[in-house]
Nanobody, 118 residues
Framework: VQLQASGGGLVRPGGSLRLSCVVS????????MGWFRQVPGKEREFVAS????????TLSDSVKGRFTISGDNGKSTSYLQMNSLKPDDTAVYYC????????????WGQGTQVTVSS
């Protein structure tokens, strides 16, 4: 199973970006998709997740009201729409997938850099 994240870049504060994560290498649909981010010297931080069967989503408090996670099961893709971006959102964003509710995220993408700066 391979995950490919894309869509990062440089954006001004208040701007928007949409990250995409494509899952390939398996016809089995993952239980959930997630997004995490990491700043050098800090631990990786959970951002958002979505259960592929129900569409139920969870967002961290730091991004609620600004970010939205969605999925397209037909395309095996998840999206992270990021609005009202702040400099504190600057990080490498990773997508991940897991196979059950109680499982750890076993599959990870390579990360995409998001930089929010004026």
């Amino acid at each position: 199973v391979q995950l490919q994240a894309s869509g990062g870049g440089l954006v001004r504060p208040g701007g928007s970006l949409r990250l995409s994560c494509v899952v390939s290498g398996s016809t089995f649909r993952r239980y959930a998709m997630g997004w995490f981010r990491q700043v050098p010297g800090k631990e990786r931080e959970f951002v958002a997740s979505i259960t592929t069967s129900s569409g139920a989503s969870t967002l961290s408090d730091s991004v609620k009201g600004r970010f939205t996670i969605s999925g397209d099961n037909g395309k095996s893709t998840s999206y992270l729409q990021m609005n009202s971006l702040k400099p504190d959102d600057t990080a490498v964003y990773y997508c991940a997938a897991k196979d059950c509710a109680g499982c750890a995220y076993a599959y990870w993408g390579q990360g995409t850099q998001v930089t929010v700066s004026s």
